[in-house]
Each structure stands twice: as structure tokens, then as C-alpha cells.
Antibody
């Protein structure tokens, strides 16, 4: 059974940094593109970032471009999201998701909550 | 960026009803349109991908279709477990935008 488990969320002050991790198991992580998606409490889904299966291709939403960096370590079956210069509006649940053939997100983690507050 | 306009934002219906949710793309997205269901406190779950292909394990009462840049999700006969929020998403080009969501509530 495909498993994605996010970690690294918590409370952080504005302007600080945080790194999220997404541990993947029970599938061949190294052949799947991966994504990060977030959801502010009570709000809709916001796509954040994409990384190709080998890490060579990345793309970002304008709202996080230049502040967030997506990366992966295929030897550790882990996806990362480095978040710098955090703002209050970055407060959200952060989900990692696996991409499958038609670029659909077929498996999601349970999410990790990031709260940006002083 | 491609905008996805989803309607309605909320919908009240009864068990057994047929309901349709629509997503309109601001430009062509081919068939790269997917539908997700989300229940409170849970991660989204893929229902339909590539406009009309049912994800494994999803009941056949769910279906998807398209006409140009208009995409629809139809639930043929609502079941109690279907009351949730539904999102569309395009993956034709980055950023892979979501619709605003449709909250399906019990009438």
C-alpha cells in the first residue's frame, strides 16, 4: 500500500525557515514526479511545487517562487520542501502527493500543519 | 496561468439525487483535468483522472465528461458517504491550478 508521511510542521515565527519532509514507502519513489499542495484552514487547495522523478525539473506557484525550494533524495525515498522567509499567509496544512501517468495526483500524505505566528 | 472556475461553490442535495459539478478552464487543457474528493480532516482523494477515467476503487456512480473547456463531475445517485468537498485540478501546464471547490451538503 502506497504510503506518504509528511513531517516537519509546527509553529514558526514570521521571517523564519522550516523544512518539511515526505517519507515515501511501498512504491518505487524514484520513478514518480512529486508535488506539494497546501490548504489554509477552511480554504481550498493551492498547488505549490513540482519536481520531476530525477529532480532535474522543478516548477513553483508564484506565491512561493523564490522562497520555497522543492527537492528529493531518491536514495532515501524522501521529498522535501524548504520554506524560507515564512509569512502569516503560509499558515496551512501541507500535503505531498505522488504524480501518476496523466499527471494526476493519485496518492496523498496525511498532511502536516505549519503555523506562522509571532 | 490557467484559471479553473468551479461551480457551484456549494450544493444541497438528498440521498439518491443526481448531481453535477462543473469546472471551466480559462484556456485549453486537453484532457488534463482531474477530480478529487475531500472529507473534513482528511487528505484529498483522487476520483477521476484525465477527464473521465475512474480511479481504481471508485464507485461507478461517479463519472466525468468534457465539452471544450467545460468539465463536469456527475454523481448519478448520491450516497451518504458522498457528502464532501470536491475539487477539480488541471495538469496541462504549470502552475497546476485547482478549482475553488464545491461543498456538497445534505439537504
Amino acid at each position: 500500500q502506497v504510503r506518504l508521511v509528511e513531517s516537519g510542521g509546527g509553529v514558526v515565527q514570521p521571517g523564519r525557515s522550516l523544512r518539511l519532509s515526505c517519507a515515501a514507502s511501498e512504491f518505487m519513489f524514484s520513478i514518480h514526479p512529486m508535488h506539494w499542495v497546501r490548504q489554509s484552514p477552511g480554504k481550498g487547495l493551492e498547488w505549490l511545487a513540482f519536481i520531476s522523478y530525477d529532480g532535474t525539473d522543478k516548477s513553483y506557484a508564484d506565491s512561493v517562487k523564490g522562497r520555497f525550494t522543492i527537492s528529493r533524495d531518491n536514495s532515501k525515498n524522501t521529498l522535501y520542501l524548504q520554506m524560507n522567509t515564512l509569512r502569516g499567509e503560509d499558515t496551512a496544512f501541507y500535503y505531498c502527493a505522488r504524480e501518476e501517468g496523466e499527471r494526476q495526483l493519485d496518492y496523498w500524505g496525511q498532511g502536516t500543519l505549519v503555523t506562522v505566528a509571532s | 496561468d490557467i484559471q479553473m472556475t468551479q461551480s457551484p461553490s456549494s450544493l444541497s442535495a438528498s440521498v439518491g439525487d443526481r448531481v453535477t459539478i462543473t469546472c471551466r478552464a480559462s484556456q485549453t487543457i486537453s484532457s488534463y483535468l482531474h477530480w478529487y474528493q475531500q472529507k473534513p480532516g482528511k487528505a484529498p482523494k483522487l476520483l477521476i483522472y484525465a477527464t473521465s477515467t475512474l480511479q481504481s476503487g471508485i464507485p461507478s456512480r461517479f463519472s466525468g465528461a468534457a465539452s471544450g473547456t467545460d468539465f463536469t463531475l456527475t454523481i448519478s445517485s448520491l450516497q451518504p458517504e458522498d457528502f464532501a468537498t470536491y475539487f477539480c485540478q488541471q495538469s496541462y501546464s504549470s502552475p497546476y491550478t485547482f478549482g475553488q471547490g464545491t461543498k456538497l451538503e445534505i439537504k
